[in-house]
């Protein structure tokens, strides 16, 4: 297989540009660095892209080495013959290698194994034949295999056992597995049975055919199937198929074997073909399912970690609880923690009054302008009681609600206990609660990507494939964003190009003996921080103190020259930088020719577009441009819902059929997949993406399964 042209083709790239960015790879460059500054040789491809086409160069890459592998085996047993070779060089599934190998992989005792034991292949071979008549007969032929030392006892196992031959030999077919697979795959129905009480009843009488059945069905039936909640089928088109397989096997209509033929091809395919294909078809159902989960899951992991900061607040945050009370941590504007206290204004000690004296204190002595409440237990109470007490006194503060996800899993984690030793557990939380909204990307690198929770089904994924996606996703992110070296946690750093945890760890561990890193080059001074290590991370990180502006842009050292001659070229300063005077860069550019510019600089197109922007805005964050976090002053319940309401929401979830919209009431509504627009979406994240402010229409409340039913059709839009 010509790996390079099948990338070029599956991703409708050009030869030379697969080319180019798979050695980009092969160097050991990261993705990041490749998507942010190689951006002339991969002809501007972005991360996603280029994790795509990664994963399927591993794939492609892996059904080579497969095949190499067969071959050998295949070899080594003196069967390798020019066909089979060439079988094996078109193969482009690891099924399909796999499928060629099955004649020749040794296999355990099996009826078609024990008969050729007893001698009984010949008589196999005589059936395939297919004479238009036999003397003597099959029958009596047979009688020449009884041989009760060797267990064949009469003529009837001899011919039984010659079909069990016949039978094994369909089943190890390549070609014939791979169009019973098709016709399967094609008219194949998956169903499911199930009784009693569970979150399964829709599926307890349920079929839809294989190809039909969208993802989000195949892993809740699987997962339904697993909890022993539904009996599931897989009806194939068997008539079709013994159809195909008898006329691909009886080539002598009339012959007296043909049929002995079609009872080993019905045996076959019933005992040994049709079993094999559901688990195949089955297998890659699930894998396929799973792949959307974890893209969905990903894209929503993105777009949460890309929120926009609220920065420039102190922040209370606010951990709710029942008995233990509720836990509050007060932090500045950069996030350092200010005080902490413990309220019980929820059950049983309800103690509104003194929690309100609390919480008014500390708004008052650390000029609080916003209260973060994580949503867990007793977050509604909580909600209550902050609404309330906002109301009762003159500062202006708002509260929001913010998503406790894996917000208990970093205050119970080393990280947690290593950055709050004297803190309990959910102190902690309170303080993640508050960091979350200041800066939601920094706190949320600290917890585990799968506890963050904004997928469908991330439990049932295979563990290392969910892992490494969410994974990249977070290095993405961090990357896009870029970090202050001065300030950014190891847990952050790690994330970075080119530094992993131990040399994260290393730098935070230099910051602290030497002081503040004072130019991007001063890394180079850290253990394990080699020149690869250097190009690969350096410009992402920023250092806002340094003597050199271009330090704190996302210009890579490597254009620093390019980019001070930009400035000359047109007359400006570093210090021009640094005063914000480049607004005009990019149209003195456009005049003076683009193309031009970037020849007499030396440099390509792509690479001086990016210098311009970040020369117009030092320092700048790209969540910036992204609408703020929804605040609130005022509370409703489910019970002041009315159908036919407007009201403004945040997306909190996206999944196959739909969005969850946090409306204010505690309980995320669902805009199901056709109340997201007028036209026909195929999938909610067309429309809608976690972190979007919303507006919606209630269209139906159910109080006693606490549903919302909610829609965007016809509802006027915020403009982003």
Known sequence: MDIIEALAKEFSLK???????????????????????????????????????????????NIEKRKEEVKSLIAAQEKLT?????????????????????????????????????????????????????????????E??????????????????????????????????????????????????????????????????????????????????????????????????????GKKLVTNPGSPAEKYIRAAVEDGYDRLIAPSVEREIRN???????????KLFADNLRHLLMASPLKGKTVLGYDPGYRTG???????????????????PTKPQERIEESGRVVTKLIRKYGVNVVAIGNGTASKESEIFIANLLKSIPEDVKYIMVSEAGASVYSASKLGADEFP????????????????????????????KSIGVGQYQHDMKPARLDGALTSVVEDCVNAVGIDLNTASHSLLAYISGINATSAKNIVKYR?????????????????????????????????????????????????????????????????????????????VKIKGTDKVAEKLGIGEPTLMDIIGELEKPGRDVRDSLPPPELRDDILDMN??????????????????????????????????????????????????????VNVKILGVDLQKKKISLSMKGVKQKQS
């Not at 078109?90 to 034991?117: F, G, N, Q």
């Open 144 to 245: 020449s295999y009884v041989d009760s030392e060797k267990g064949v006892e009469n003529a009837q196992a001899a011919l039984a056992g010659a079909m069990d031959i016949i039978a094994e030999d369909v089943s190890d077919n390549a070609d014939f597995r791979k169009t019973i697979r098709a016709l399967t795959w094609d008219d194949g129905v998956l169903g499911s049975t199930g009784s009693g009480d569970s979150v399964y009843t829709q599926y307890y009488e349920y079929a839809e055919k294989l190809k039909k059945i969208p993802g989000h069905r195949i892993l809740a039936i699987n997962r339904g199937e697993k909890e022993e909640f539904l009996k599931v089928t897989l009806t194939a088109p068997r008539e079709l198929i013994l159809k195909y397989l």
């Open 82 to 142: 020019p066909e089979i070779e060439a079988a094996i060089d078109a193969a482009t599934t690891i099924t399909e290698v796999d499928d060629i190998y099955r004649p020749y992989r040794p296999k355990r005792k099996t009826r078609a194994s024990v008969a050729r034991e007893r001698g009984l292949e010949p008589l196999a071979e005589l059936i395939m034949a297919q004479e238009t008549s036999y003397s003597p007969t099959l029958e009596e032929t047979a």
């Open 512 to 588: 602290e003996e030497n002081g503040e890193f004072t130019s991007r080059a001063q890394i180079l001074k850290v253990p394990k921080i080699g020149a690869k290590a250097f190009e690969q991370c350096a410009g992402f990180l920023r250092v806002p103190g340094s003597g050199e502006i271009l330090d704190n842009t996302g210009v890579h050292p490597e254009s620093y020259e390019a980019a001070k001659a930009l400035l000359d070229m047109f007359g400006y300063t570093e210090e021009d930088v640094k005063a914000g005077k480049l607004t005009l860069l990019s149209e003195k």
């Open 284 to 294: 890659d159902m699930f894998d396929s399912a799973s792949e959307g989960a974890i």
């Open 422 to 449: 004297d803190f309990d557990v959910t102190q902690r939380s309170a303080v993640s609660i508050a960091r979350r909204l200041q800066d939601p990307l920094a706190e949320l690198v600290k917890i585990d990507p």
């Open 15 to 61: 030869r030379d540009q697969v080319e180019r960015t798979v050695a980009l790879i092969d160097e050991g460059n990261t993705i990041p660095f490749i998507a942010r500054y190689r951006k002339e040789v991969t002809g501007s491809l972005d991360d996603t892209v280029l994790r795509d086409l990664d994963d399927r160069l591993t794939y492609l890459r």
């Open 640 to 693: 002041d819902l009315k159908e036919g309401m407007i009201l403004t929401g945040t997306v909190r979830n996206v999944i196959d059929f739909g969005a969850f919209v946090d409306i204010g009431v505690h309980q995320d509504g669902l805009v199901h997949v056709s109340q997201l627009s007028e036209r026909f979406v195929k999938h909610p994240s067309e429309v809608v993406s976690v972190g979007d402010i």
């Open 326 to 344: 509720c836990k509050l941590a007060v932090v500045d504007k950069t996030g350092k923690v200010l005080d902490t206290a413990v309220i019980y």
